[in-house]
């Protein structure tokens, strides 16, 4: 059973600063969730996610390694936890970055490193079109407001996973 619309917009008070609207939206959620009684992430696909948000270049054979598990079960994990198989989750975190700076809502001191994260402008461009279904240069030029805040958001969750902020910290492009 979902959540009523209702219940949503009836905790949306017009009066009253945006945030105290959001933290009574959050509490219907985080209630919600509560209640599906829901299991929490398998521990290897959390550190998976960290790897796709610090480093999602690194190779995934080495994760594996690391975590000590044969490849073929790593990728059913990620598969199962994520739809894709672990190098097309990380290529588009690499995507999702780069979008992110294309679009203004990433740390600015990031960009040579993102930039690095593909061979050439060649690969940059495959590797956004198979995502966005367009060229960077078209990315750009073309206004998307929902997709902008959906990255803004990843960025700032990326930001605090790695430590560079502290959630509620104003955002490096804010």
């Given at each position: 059973m979902g959540i009523a619309a209702d219940s949503l917009i009836d905790a949306i008070d017009p009066d009253a600063h945006p945030e105290e609207s959001l933290c009574a939206i959050e509490?219907?959620?985080?209630?919600?969730?509560?209640?599906?009684?829901?299991?929490?992430?398998?521990p290897i696909t959390a550190r998976f996610e960290t790897l796709c948000f610090t480093n999602p270049s690194s190779p995934v054979r080495q994760f594996a390694d690391e975590c000590g598990l044969d490849l073929r079960k790593l990728e059913r994990i990620v598969r199962r936890d994520f739809g894709l198989p672990p190098k097309q989750v990380m290529r588009r975190a690499r995507a999702l970055d780069m979008a992110s700076h294309l679009r203004g809502v990433a740390d600015m001191s990031e960009a040579d490193e993102l930039v690095l994260r593909f061979y050439d402008q060649s690969h940059l461009i495959r590797e956004f079109v198979a995502l966005f279904g367009m060229s960077p240069s078209q990315f750009v030029a073309t206004p998307q407001p929902i997709l902008t805040l959906a990255l803004e958001s990843r960025q700032a969750r990326r930001l605090e996973l790695i430590e560079r902020i502290t959630p509620g910290e104003a955002r490096p492009w804010q």
């Open positions: 509490a219907i959620l985080r209630e919600h969730i509560a209640s599906l009684k829901v299991r929490e992430p398998d």
